[in-house]
């Protein structure tokens, strides 16, 4: 396979699920022909500057790919402005990019996945990224992978052709936004996605991956997903910048490779209406609600 596309990872402060993200990557069929680049952020406070160090140690002389280079930041970036320039400087360099962050393991297929929809929807500009992360949906019936409106962020790849969209500017996005566009990209009020929005506005996050995806819903653009899952996020412990401690959104792995893509450039209603189905029933009952509350109130309380 010709013109793969660049990798890159993006580190802090977790060596364990570092290492573990990069074992599980050094599996996958192309790796040993893949640039990966690994960005790693500089320690918000004295406190993280241990751990940050000792990540860096761990990844300074990567194996396994064809190149690895590490690029350091001495200042703390946070993580939407450190993928955001990473991105940006993949994509201007190589004209596309698959995007990784330290908790993620992958399929051993996984790059192939990535690779083989980049070159294929290269010069289709209504497909704006491709994902490889899906919920546990639970349909047989779903083809092997479909195009569905919202962009997942745990792996993901895009071109340049499309990032050159993304705006960062939130005000901007949100003007855009009528009743009806934002019940279409909330999937009707299934998932939080405008309530991020309004979060990000107000600085109670800093995502780029929903000022992504808004820009991508905008622009009349799809993503492509898997209908079973090609990762796994093993963040959801608690010690991720976004990430508390859940359960809902772990998946079993496919191990099979990816075999077939859509040819029609559209989205698939039964993939929508199965991704719907599940996000409106994710929080299970009232008692599941109540317990997932407390275990994370338990885990607030715990030291370190």
Not at 26 to 38: D, G, H, M, V, Y
Not at 184 to 205: H, L, P, T
């Amino acid at each position: 396979m010709q013109n793969l596309a660049p990798i890159a990872l993006f580190v802090y402060n977790r060596p364990r699920h570092t290492e573990r993200t990069l074992k599980f990557l050094r599996q996958n069929t192309l790796a040993a022909e893949s640039r990966l680049f690994i960005f790693s952020d500089g320690p918000k406070n004295k406190a993280d500057e241990a751990a940050v160090e000792e990540v860096r140690a761990l990844v300074r002389n990567t194996e396994g790919f064809k190149s690895a280079e590490l690029i350091v930041s001495a200042e703390n970036k946070g993580l939407a402005a450190s993928v955001i320039s990473g991105v940006s400087r993949l994509t201007s360099d190589y004209g596309q990019v698959i995007v990784l962050e330290d908790d993620l393991i992958t399929s051993p297929h996984t790059l192939r996945y990535f690779n083989e929809a980049l070159e294929r929807y290269r010069n289709s500009d209504k497909v704006m990224h491709i994902g490889a992360y899906m919920y546990n949906l639970g349909n047989p019936q779903l083809p092997q992978t479909f195009f569905y409106r919202a962009a997942t962020s745990w792996g993901w790849a895009t071109w340049e052709r499309a990032w050159k969209h993304f705006d960062p500017d939130i005000d901007r996005l949100m003007n855009q936004f009528d009743a009806h566009k934002r019940r279409e990209f909330s999937i009707e009020g299934n998932m939080n996605f405008w309530k991020q929005m309004k979060a990000f506005k107000a600085g109670r996050n800093n995502s780029w991956a929903i000022r992504w995806y808004a820009s991508i819903f905008l622009k009349g653009g799809l993503t492509l997903n898997p209908s079973q899952s090609l990762v796994n996020n093993i963040g959801h412990d608690g010690s991720g910048t976004h990430s508390g401690i859940d359960d809902v959104y772990n998946v079993i792995i496919n191990p099979e490779p990816v075999t077939w893509f859509p040819e029609k450039i559209a989205e698939n209603p039964e993939a929508y209406q199965a991704i719907r189905h599940f996000l409106s029933k994710r929080k299970g009952t009232l008692w599941h609600r109540i317990k997932r509350y407390l275990i994370q109130k338990k885990h607030s309380w715990l030291p370190g």
